[in-house]
């Protein structure tokens, strides 16, 4: 639709269209219609609530993968200053799919690292739509490791579909690029703040996640599989998503009641995409709550907090032999 | 906690009882080989570690038979044998399929995790059974994985783990990703204690078991043949639209990029298993 709306916007997309029309045609004509544009505007703000308040996950679903939705880039170009790309994993390749390097967040030193899915058409093939190859996350690692030695914060930014699915990742050790990055960022002695900004498409985005903080903005998702892939194999009909979407428990809502997100950051009405520089405002004043009380912990403090946070997530129970 | 530790280490090892044995019967007294097509007596190939004497096919193993194969005298003490799955998200379906999976396999979950010694080697042990939900990993499987690799710690015991899953389990969603995480914390633990993590990657491991613990081992055996790897074959297919090799994603094809230490067939696991633990025991006190 037009102006970036979405299908479920519809309604609220008219009225807006014909207050604008009601308040041109008002104006050329030089009458008074004052009362009648400010009950239109009551009601839009009503209809904006209910939209808006009432999402259902497949809907910020759709928010999440808005064509307009801020990047990464867009996060660390107006939340940090003096912002220095990093490239290279020194092993194979730069993967543009995974963006870092160092900046400085009110004067700090913080190393930075985010998926990138890219602005434009060419930008996001050249970034391969955000979905990164083992040397991505090698990059990632590499960047992390100098910042644990030199004790930088670490500010990871969560956006992607998922790991590249391909037949050179495979052979250059997806997995293994993987696995090493949970585990290493397990044990690194500075602190690690992890947001997810878009799309929180599993391992691939996990690989990045092991933080001691994990937040999340209103209308990302964060899943084990995507609602496509989830229901071609429940239903062998990829058109469930809808459902799929629910069942999964995917929204932000849904992470901090199961204890695997800490903060939810509030979105602009209508999501990032409406307001991205009040977006990064919201995300900066998170960080810099969450980043404060991790600054006062010992290294091996923010360890054992990064170990105790995960140890923690799951339900299981015993049962009582008979 | 450590009373009942020491309680419980003076119980002589159980023998692992194997309830699936009975089962197996009535499902036919012959097996024939999915690779070549040869019959066999499944007596005699259960007496063969379950691998094809014609071509060498390594059929799945259950969790049961594997540490029946691999600890001395078969003795095994089980640890967290209680555990069981919830339905955290209310899953369609979920709970029904967790009951069937109990009665199919005589199993609670998708591993059994305990300690036994192998070549006179105490040693955690985990294994995977691709019978219970595909040997996907959810809550249960992460905590019983976790839990292992601190016994581990607390012991100063190596963990060797055979992996058989499809993944991360779907139906508990990303409680089930986060588990990659958690068994990930658990064995950088082990690695800043300087502890031996051994994994044996089996047909087949996938998806986020690939991409967390199994990929983790100081040294990644695999067993010939196994399916491993991090996407699926199809979505690979679908995605760069082109015919991937015959070898693709298995054990040999993951060697030859590097990604392995070693392929070793199923009749020398064991022992290449006691050679590894000898040659981390060296210096060690032994207990
Ligand atoms: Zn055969």
Redesign the interface.
Known sequence: MKNGYLPFEKPLAELRDKITELKKFTQEKSIDMSDEIATLEAKAARLEEEIYGNLTAWQKVQIARHASRPTTLHYIRTIFTDFMELHGDRLYGDDPAIVGGIAKLDGRPVTVIGHERGTDTKDKIARNFGLPHPEGYRKALRLMQQADKFGRPIICFIDTQGAHPGVEAEERGQSEAIARNLREMAGFKVPIICIVTGEGGSGGALAIGVGNRLLMLEHAYYSVISPEGAAAILWRDAGKAQEAAEALKITSADLKALGVVDQVIPEPKGGAHRDPMQQSAYIKEAILENLQPLLNMTPEELVEDRHRKFAEIGRYTTIVPT | MLLKDLFRKQRKYATIPSPEAKKEIPEGIMQKCPRCGTIMITKELEKNLKVCKSCGYHYSMTAPERIRSIVDEGRFFEY?E?????D??G??EYKKKIKADMDKSGL?EAVITGEGTIGGYPTVIGVMDSRFRMGSM???V??KI?RAAGRAVDKQYPFILFSASGG???Q???????????T??????M??NGLLFVSVLTNPTT??V???????GDINLAEPGAL?????RR??EQ??R?K?PDD??TAEFLLK???LDRVVPRHELRDTLIKILEFHAYGRETQ
Do not use: W, Y
């Open positions: 967290d209680d555990m069981v799955s919830e955290p998200l899953f369609p609670k959810g809550s249960v992460g905590e976790a991360a389990r779907m508990e969603g990303v409680l089930s990703l986060m588990q990659m995480a958690k990930s914390a658990a064995l950088e633990k690695h800043r998806g986020g690939s991409a967390s613990f199994s990929s983790l491993i790897g991090f996407a699926g979505v690979i995605t760069v082109q991937l693709f994603q990029h590097g990604q």
